[in-house]
């Protein structure tokens, strides 16, 4: 493979993983058993490598007015050292060019998390807007990161952080990250569960993620990542949104912030005009109740309404039964019907997410014996 290569390339490689290409990175899909590692996250504790993802450090004395105009959730928010806060990072007409997470570091010292898939466009576009501000952009190419998460996660990867710090990041409340020494320990994640991140410098990566395999959490690929996702409902750039859908239209209305109504974040005026649109396409969970399998780009049949589509979609282990998530007419109705290779299967409509900390968030009704 020609792609991209993590510092725990050669741990997966070791393993035994099946690598894949995400991104023009060279991943883990899995390491034998992609259900088993679901269930791991779900019950107990797994790991993932996502050092393909982008550190950028932003700092100077223009650091939080140029990232309240960057993105459109607002910085202001954050007063805490430490506290985190998602956004979309907006073009001009109001498109998602990305979500991420922004930490607060101090006064002028903000941490953003971008994702691997968009990194060159993302940086390109960060850079542009820093120009107009006193502001330092780093890019921490040097780093790495460890996702931990399941209900037993922190317990298991506290053994593994140096004791001065172990209590401190066990105390970090659930969107919160901590400077612990050389490691940055955040209490955030993309599975529906507890646990941490940890960013940390990459010639430390291996070690640790052994580490953390011997303190019972199990190694996990990209295939378990999406279907954990899927079930909490957390939308994946390039399926869920992209530069052509606002978060309007991709349910991530509540990361807007439309107070104060001076700040002019970039792509706020076409979103003012999106919001007083009351026939804008909705956001929304399928769950289908018979046998077959929703997927990505499924034609969504609503009666008397506009089609939609599904934008994620798959089989969740924990419900076990397909379940997708979907961009639908404006309208309140609980019913509709996917079009899975020329038939039509009803499906109910209900709100995300599916699954929250191990538990199903909806009503799972019996399937009738055929």
Known sequence: ??????????????????????????MPLHYGSQLEEHHAVRQRAGSFDVSHMTVVDVSGAGAASFLRTLLANDVARLKDEGKALYSCMLNHDGGVIDDLITYYLGPDRYRVIVNAATRDKDMAWINEQAKAFDVGVSEREELAMIAVQGPEARERAAGVLDDVWRDKALALKPFYGLEA??????????????????????DQAADFWARCADAGIRPCGLGARDTLRLEAGMNLYGSDMDETISPLEAGLGWTIAWEPEDRQFIGRGPLNEMRANKERRQFAGLVLEGKGVLRDHMRVVVEGRDDGEITSGGFSPTLQRSIAMARLPAGDYERAQVDVR?????????????????????????????
Do not use: C
């Not at 038939?343 to 997410?353: A, T």
């Not at 599916?354 to 909806?362: P, W």
């Open 181 to 202: 020494g050389d490691l940055f320990v955040a209490r955030t994640g993309y599975t529906g569960e507890d646990g941490w991140e940890i960013i940390l410098p990459a």
């Open 1 to 26: 493979m020609l792609g991209k290569k993590t510092p725990l390339y050669d741990s997966h490689a070791v393993a035994g993983a099946k690598i894949v290409d995400f991104g023009g990175w060279d």
């Open 342 to 370: 020329g038939r039509l299967l009803d499906v109910r409509v209900v709100k995300m997410p599916f699954v929250r900390n191990g538990k199903a968030q909806i009503e799972i009704q019996k399937r009738e014996e055929r």
